[in-house]
């Protein structure tokens, strides 16, 4: 037995070497050549760029008008807050919906926002109601004098019976009519119940002065997208992709308390290691609620695709039925930090409650003691 | 330096080291087509620095090329890992059938990274510390690595021969 002699076993013919060398040598050729060229074309180039670019600054000085299309633009507005909440965390009052579940308002100054909040019942300046301290309530007003100099606020409420409703994708001003442009995924929701989804658009004072109405408008759009976030199941995927440090995890095995496996080895915290200090210190409502969400929608697509759906005409009832268990039996216990602008958490399932759920589905997702998840960047 | 002496490096390279390179990043990314394809990316970045600076021996150029191996072995590793592409079985299609072929059979069955400690240390003759500057990581993980890699070893060979 003899393990040099297995590794000679491995070798690399010469007509692959030769191959190798003259592929290299002929690749290179080529993008110098391209090189010589690209270099004389960029001149004529930036020539034309130049020459079109007066045209159209020219061009826009003159047709500038205030019912003219505003085309998405990063200055002219963000998405500042988004999130949804399942039916018993909804942080207000959902009677004064209209018959579309949907409320849509542009205000431009604190006192609008305040009387707004006022009229619709909202808990954002009322002390004295219990969800004066919510999360939303806190961002609401975050917004003041100072922010309303140039700014204005876009705030969007709608409720829906499906999980998966739609995320942000843009906003344009068109004729005096603001448009919020959602995107919905071809793959519907299963889980029935009531969800309310919340919009902080932040806009340009320019922009929200040109708007007469609001509407939302919801495309239908054949990518699945991540709307609650991604979930990773240990350290090994972060770590060799450099997404997370050697730092980042034995801050995390710090906080554990425990020695942690990292691309099978073990990582151990020296006795006097200063950890990263948590920031945030604690994780907010909303993002614990979109943990949960992205860790049931991961568990939901792992169990269609082991239920073969096309087979089974009672998959939606099914699902609905193993998702609503879930919730009620998972539970993140420990927030370990943020690197990154990846949560580490500790996230148990109460396998003594799951029911029919089916443990082959869950087990490869609950296994690892650290999980991390990082929300979906708009 | 001047494109001829660029090519002469790249030449000598490919002769000198293609075989150790290909050791190198068939123990990440397990087959022959993948690991042949990071030769060639290697070998074409060594022509592109060879072209701006030059290395200060032949060990400095052994170490600069397998530590770009790895790099790149372990991004094709990671995107077959996602995509599910990877040929697994085409590296045991290479084995023999002599008296090692069930060390090599239990070495594939390491974890990669103690694969690459493994195949450093005991085929290329590589020192402790030289692997961890390789690898980035310290003499101690290096240390661990190789006995925890004898173990497991140790464990499978005597399963296997109960």
């Keep these: 037995m003899n393990y040099k002699k297995y590794m000679e076993q491995f070798t690399v013919s010469e007509i692959t070497k030769d191959r190798i060398y003259t592929n290299i040598i002929s690749k290179k050729e080529k993008k110098m050549k391209y090189a010589r060229f690209s270099k004389g074309f960029a001149f004529v180039f930036i020539g034309i760029f130049l020459f079109l670019a007066a045209g159209m600054g020219i061009w826009y000085a003159i047709t500038n008008s205030t019912d003219q299309t505003l085309q998405k633009r990063q200055s002219s507005y963000i998405l500042a807050f988004s999130c949804v909440y399942d039916k018993s965390r909804i942080p207000f009052r959902v009677d004064d919906f209209d018959e579309n579940g949907e409320i849509a308002q542009s205000v431009g ?10 009229e619709k019942g909202f808990p954002f300046f009322d002390e004295t109601d219990e969800n004066y301290s919510a999360d939303l309530s806190k961002k609401i007003r975050e917004y003041d004098d100072v922010f ?12 829906s019976d499906k999980y998966d409703l739609s ?18 995924p071809e793959e519907e929701g299963t889980l029935s119940d009531l969800y309310a989804f919340v919009y902080l658009i932040e806009t340009t004072k320019t922009l929200s002065e040109r708007v007469l109405e609001i509407r939302t408008e919801t495309l239908q759009n054949g990518n699945r997208v991540d709307y609650f976030g991604q979930l990773y199941s240990g350290f090994d995927e972060l770590y060799s992709s450099g997404e997370i440090t050697l730092d980042d995890i034995k801050s995390v095995s ?8 990292v ?17 945030p210190e604690s994780l907010s409502e909303e993002t614990l609620i979109l943990i949960y969400m992205s860790y049931v929608d991961l568990i939901a697509e792992e169990w269609k695709r082991i239920a073969n759906p096309s087979n089974n005409p009672k998959i939606d009832e099914m699902l609905e039925k193993e998702i609503k268990t879930m919730l009620e039996i998972i539970t993140i216990d420990d927030y370990y930090g943020t690197y990154n602008g990846y949560v580490a958490i500790n996230l148990t ?6 029911g029919g759920l089916s443990l082959a589905v869950i087990s490869s997702y609950s296994q690892s003691l650290v999980m991390f998840w990082k929300g979906h960047e708009q | 330096m001047d494109k001829r002496e660029a090519e002469r490096i790249l030449a000598d390279a490919i002769g000198k080291y293609s075989d150790s390179l290909f050791r190198v990043s068939i123990a990440y990314v397990r087959n022959r087509q993948d690991a042949e394809d990071i030769l060639q990316d290697v070998f074409l970045k060594l022509y592109e620095r060879s072209l701006k600076k030059g290395f200060n021996d032949d060990e400095h150029l052994k170490a600069w090329l397998i530590k770009v191996t790895i790099r790149k072995s372990i991004n094709v590793a990671k995107y077959n890992a996602r995509h599910r592409t990877t ?3 085409d590296i045991y299609t290479e084995r023999q059938t002599d008296d090692y072929s069930e060390l090599s059979f239990l070495i594939d069955k390491l974890h990669p990274i103690d694969r690459e400690i493994v195949y450093l240390y005991y085929y290329e003759g590589y020192p402790v510390k030289d692997i961890s500057k390789l690898l980035r990581k310290s003499e101690a993980s290096v240390f661990q690595a190789l006995s925890r890699a004898r173990k497991k070893l140790k464990g499978y060979l005597s399963e296997e021969r109960r």
């Design chain 2, 87 to 89: 040929q697994i079985t």
């Design chain 1, 167 to 184: 995320r942000f994708d843009d906003l344009r001003v068109e004729s005096g009519i603001m448009t919020i442009t959602l995107n919905k």
């Design chain 1, 263 to 279: 691309c099978g080895e073990t990582i151990t915290v020296e006795p006097n290691y200063i950890p990263k200090e948590k920031n």
């Design chain 1, 109 to 118: 100054s604190l006192s609008e926002l305040q009387s707004f909040s006022a």
């Design chain 1, 148 to 159: 309303f100099k140039n700014n204005s606020l876009v705030l969007l409420f709608k409720l």
């Design chain 1, 254 to 261: 710090y906080y554990c308390g425990k020695d942690v496996d």
């Design chain 1, 349 to 354: 399932i109460d396998l003594s409650k799951s």
